[in-house]
Nanobody
Framework: QLQLVESGGGLVQPGGSLRLSCAAF????????IGWFRQAPGKEREGVSC????????YYADSVKGRFTISRDNAKNTVYLQMNSLKPEDTAVYYC???????????????????WGQGTQVTVSS
């Protein structure tokens, strides 16, 4: 089955770190741009970070710049989101997505994207 599977979420104290993983099954991530999105209860979905398959260029939302790092390991068919200095406002369900169009990925409308994962919960609380 062709799918993206996120993992690595959990409960962490403010100031802590987590690393999310996004693994592809049934297809190769090499040809896809990958993005991380999040949605907290009662809030709109937010694009967190993207990485291009063409040149590895990255995008970060202002809210996470300097704290989150996106990376890809094509040999493992996996993309990571390293999250440091976590804040309570980072609490959300985090989703990864893949698309051949970087522009479509930046817009981040799930129904238009090639692949969208099931999400992993991140809770930042003391």
């Amino acid at each position: 089955q062709l799918q993206l599977v996120e993992s690595g979420g959990g409960l962490v104290q403010p100031g802590g770190s987590l690393r999310l993983s996004c693994a592809a099954f049934g297809f190769t991530l090499d040809y896809y741009n990958i993005g991380w999105f999040r949605q907290a209860p009662g809030k709109e979905r937010e694009g967190v970070s993207c990485i291009s398959n063409r040149d590895g260029s990255t995008y970060y939302a202002d809210s996470v710049k300097g704290r989150f790092t996106i990376s890809r390991d094509n040999a493992k068919n996996t993309v990571y989101l390293q999250m440091n200095s976590l804040k309570p406002e980072d609490t959300a369900v985090y989703y990864c997505a893949a698309d051949t169009s970087y522009g479509r990925l930046r817009v981040g409308e799930p129904s238009t994207l090639d692949y969208w994962g099931q999400g992993t919960q991140v809770t930042v609380s003391s």
